[in-house]
C-alpha cells in the first residue's frame, strides 16, 4: 500500500515550475504533461513522493510536484472573470472531496436575504457582491451570537455604507484593512567597501577624550596637540616611500547587497476587507 505522501493515479498535484507559474494536473497514467522545461509522463510521477523534483524526457528541465494545499491551490489557478455554473462547481467540490461539507445553491441574496432556515445558526458570513450593507441586516440575522461577519469591496464608498450599516445592526469591533498583491524582486547590487564603512562607523563611536573632542589623531590634531605632526603630513612623500606604501596596500574587500524593489506592473488591484463581529446581547 502507498504512502499518502506518495502521488498515486488519480492524485491532485501542484506542478512547480517557477514561484509565479504553477499549474494543478490530475495524475493520469498514460498521460504527458508539456511545458517549456520538457515533456513529463505522468507514470513517472505515480509513486514518487510529494515535493519531489522530476526531470522531463531528454533531461531538458524539472519541475517541483507538489501536494496541494488550499494556498497552492488558489495560486494556481489561472484568474479569469467568467460565468459559473451550478453543475461545474458541484464537480469542483466532489473532485477536491469537498461535497460533503459544502452545499451549493442559488439565491438572490441582496433583493431576498438569506433564508429562514438559517437564522441564528452560522458561525460566520463572508460576502463578495456590490452592495453588502443591503444584506447586513439579514446577515446579523443569521449569524449566532459572537458570529463573524466580512465583505470584501473594492471602492471605499462600498465600505463606508456597509460599515454604517454594521454600526446599526449590533456589529462590534469594526475594522477594515487595505489589501494590495505587491510583489518584490531581489537584485544584488555594489555596496561600499567593508573596511571604509567599519572604519567609518569605529571613527563616529569613538568616546571623548580629555579634550572632550571624539578620540583618535584626528582629535589631537584638532586640540592642537599634534601640530609637528601635522606639520610633517603636509609634506609630499618621497618617490620611493609613496610606491611602497602602494605596493603594500591591501586590496578593498567589495560585497554585494540585497535590494529589494516592487515590480513595475501588479497582479491584482485595490480592495478593502471590512470586519465585524455580531454583538452579544445582555
Not at 26 to 55: E, L, P, R
Not at 185 to 209: C, F, G, M, T
Not at 226 to 249: C, I, L, R
Amino acid at each position: 500500500q502507498q504512502s499518502p505522501l506518495t502521488v498515486k493515479d488519480g492524485d491532485l498535484v501542484i506542478v512547480y515550475e517557477s514561484h509565479d507559474r504553477m499549474k494543478p494536473v490530475y495524475v493520469t497514467a498514460g498521460k504527458i504533461y508539456g511545458s517549456k522545461f520538457g515533456n513529463f509522463s505522468h507514470d513517472d510521477w505515480i509513486g514518487k513522493s510529494f515535493g519531489s523534483k522530476v526531470t522531463g524526457k531528454g533531461r531538458k528541465g524539472w519541475v517541483h510536484l507538489l501536494a496541494p494545499t488550499p494556498e497552492l491551490w488558489t495560486l494556481s489557478l489561472t484568474h479569469r472573470t467568467q460565468i459559473l455554473y451550478i453543475a461545474d462547481i458541484r464537480e469542483e467540490f466532489e473532485r477536491n472531496k469537498l461535497s460533503k461539507y459544502v452545499t451549493v445553491t442559488t439565491r438572490d441574496i441582496e433583493g431576498q436575504g438569506f433564508p429562514e432556515a438559517l437564522a441564528g445558526k452560522a458561525d460566520g458570513v463572508f460576502l463578495d457582491l456590490p452592495g453588502p450593507w443591503k444584506v447586513v441586516p439579514s446577515v446579523a440575522k443569521s449569524l449566532r451570537p459572537d458570529g463573524v461577519f466580512c465583505s470584501f469591496s473594492p471602492c471605499v464608498e462600498q465600505v463606508q455604507k456597509t460599515c454604517e450599516a454594521m454600526a446599526a445592526n449590533g456589529f462590534v469591533d469594526i475594522e477594515t484593512i487595505e489589501i494590495l498583491l505587491r510583489e518584490y524582486e531581489l537584485d544584488r547590487v555594489d555596496r561600499a567597501p567593508l573596511k571604509r564603512i567599519s572604519a567609518d562607523l569605529k571613527e563616529e563611536d569613538a568616546p571623548p577624550n580629555a579634550a572632550g573632542i571624539a578620540g583618535g589623531k584626528r582629535t589631537r590634531e584638532e586640540a592642537g596637540l599634534d601640530e609637528p605632526a601635522k606639520a610633517n603630513a603636509e609634506e609630499p612623500p618621497k618617490a620611493s616611500q609613496a610606491s611602497k606604501a602602494g605596493a603594500s596596500k591591501p586590496k578593498e574587500e567589495t560585497a554585494k547587497m540585497v535590494f529589494p524593489r516592487p515590480r513595475e506592473t501588479a497582479r491584482g488591484h485595490t480592495g478593502y476587507l471590512s470586519f465585524g463581529k455580531l454583538g452579544v446581547v445582555g
